[in-house]
Each structure stands twice: as structure tokens, then as C-alpha cells.
């Protein structure tokens, strides 16, 4: 293999460009009973104006993400950034918590 081929296959995920990343709420965890393991799926919202009557619209998708350590919880706020197909419908990965709702 020469050196410049070699250098190619090298590269880094940083340098190939950015993966997606989105915030979204946890609909359902791992934590329930007969759930899929270590999956979470995740609800996320975004605004955006509609073009015909300039009214903010809001649109919900669900993804599944991966959670290796069952460490997230239902109303948890999380990140989540693409990944690899890790199964059929997962193609993403949590990658930190940033707000836990508080337990009353």
C-alpha cells in the first residue's frame, strides 16, 4: 500500500466531518419491564415557521439511541449524536445527560 493510500484510510471521524447530534427527552427507557435492552427512545421537538401562514409549527420524531450502562431514565433530557446501524432502527448513540427532572 503507498504512503498517500495508507494516510487516506487513516483519517479521523473529525476530519471526515461532523456527526449530527440533537437533543431530545426520554420517552421510554430501559428500566421497564419485557423494554428492549439497553436502547432508550428518545422524543425530539423542533420549531419551525410554516412557509404559507408564518405560524411556529412543532414537529416530534422518535429515535432510538443507544444506552450501554442503563443509566438514563424516563423525562431525563439527553444528547444523542449518529452512530453506525448498532440494529434495525438504531442508528444513534447518548452521548451525555443534561437535565434529570427532580423526584418528588
Not at 503507498?2 to 427527552?25: C, D, F, N
Amino acid at each position: 500500500m503507498s504512503a498517500a493510500a495508507e494516510q487516506s484510510t487513516a483519517q479521523t471521524a473529525a476530519e471526515r466531518g461532523r456527526r449530527k447530534s440533537l437533543v431530545g427527552r426520554v420517552v421510554n427507557d430501559t428500566a421497564s419491564p419485557g423494554r428492549m435492552k439497553q436502547t432508550v427512545v428518545v422524543e425530539v421537538v423542533r420549531s419551525f415557521r410554516d412557509p404559507v401562514y408564518g405560524k411556529y409549527v412543532r414537529r416530534k420524531k422518535k429515535f432510538y439511541a443507544h444506552d450501554e450502562k442503563h443509566e438514563y431514565r424516563t423525562g431525563d433530557t439527553i444528547e444523542i449524536e449518529e452512530h453506525r446501524p448498532l440494529s434495525k432502527l438504531k442508528r444513534w448513540v447518548v452521548t451525555k445527560l443534561i437535565t434529570r427532572p427532580e423526584e418528588v
